[in-house]
């Protein structure tokens, strides 16, 4: 197994792990996902695979079929890939196969910049690993803001150290992503979706936190107009309310105290 460092312009990957190379009458490409056309190696993109192995498709949808498994390359004739809508690089003289992330996770970024979630949330939970559960963070994009939704390791009601914990995952993301959390969202345990096989659902938890169904323990926002009270939780799920991420000062909510 090798570990690699890299990258790229449009998105930030680091300390990648390449289980091994593609086998034998196997393609595997990397392709820009809005384009369908293939980017120079080193970049990254959706990783497209052509295999005896793949499946012809979904029974009784032609058009979804036509979309994943029957994938070509943009104004070249080729054979059929599947989408995988898995990110990922290849590189290297041999070609190897870095899995980077899911396109659908993707965070986007001012200047055309991106980033994997999973570094968020790694960067967070390492900043107090006493207080978070580790695979236990979901961040994601919402009104233009990168929220974070954490749960704690047990029932702490000290306000202020709640804030502390906020404070530290917030410092720790800028520091080692140089990206900025604008919304912080503490939760009881058990509150972060995830599947069968223990992964994160990110675009669920994003969508119970904003139908207010989420059990929060404390809500801060970063600001730089000066420090207010967020609404209650469920007025902000209810509401859908825009949440601006510059950073600045903090505001926060424990619930029950609104």
Not at 56 to 83: D, H, M
Not at 122 to 130: E, G, P, R, V, Y
Not at 166 to 194: D, H, R, T, Y
Request: charged letters at 25%; glycine letters at 8%.
């Amino acid at each position: 197994m090798l570990l690699a460092y890299h990258t790229t312009s449009s998105c930030h990957v680091q300390g990648l792990l390449c289980p091994r190379e593609e086998e034998e009458d196997m393609d595997i490409i990397v392709v820009d996902e809005e384009t369908c056309e293939l980017v120079v190696d080193g970049t990254e993109g959706e990783i497209w695979v052509s295999s005896p192995s793949n499946c012809s498709g979904y029974l009784g949808y032609p058009s979804l079929t036509r979309e994943i498994f029957q994938a070509r390359l943009r104004n070249k004739v080729s054979r059929c890939f599947v989408r995988t809508g898995d990110r990922g690089i290849i590189k290297g003289e041999e070609r190897f196969l870095y899995v980077t992330g899911r396109c659908s996770d993707v965070i986007k970024l001012p200047n055309n910049q991106e980033i994997h979630p999973h570094f968020i949330e790694t960067a967070a939970q390492n900043s107090c690993q006493k207080f978070l559960r580790g695979g236990c963070l979901a961040a994601f994009e919402m009104s233009s803001t990168i929220v974070l939704v954490a749960e704690i390791q047990r029932h702490e009601k000290d306000v202020k150290v709640l804030k502390q914990i906020c404070e530290w995952a917030k410092k720790a993301v800028l520091k080692e992503e140089k990206v900025e959390i604008g919304l912080m969202v503490l939760v009881e345990s058990g509150s972060v979706p995830k599947t069968t096989s223990g992964k994160i659902q990110r675009g669920a938890a994003k969508d119970i936190l904003i139908r207010g169904k989420m059990s929060v323990v404390m809500e801060m926002q970063f600001e730089d107009n000066n420090a207010r009270f967020l609404p209650s939780y469920e007025a902000i799920g209810k509401a859908n309310k825009e949440i601006r991420c510059q950073g600045g000062n903090r505001t926060s909510t424990v619930a029950g105290d609104i």
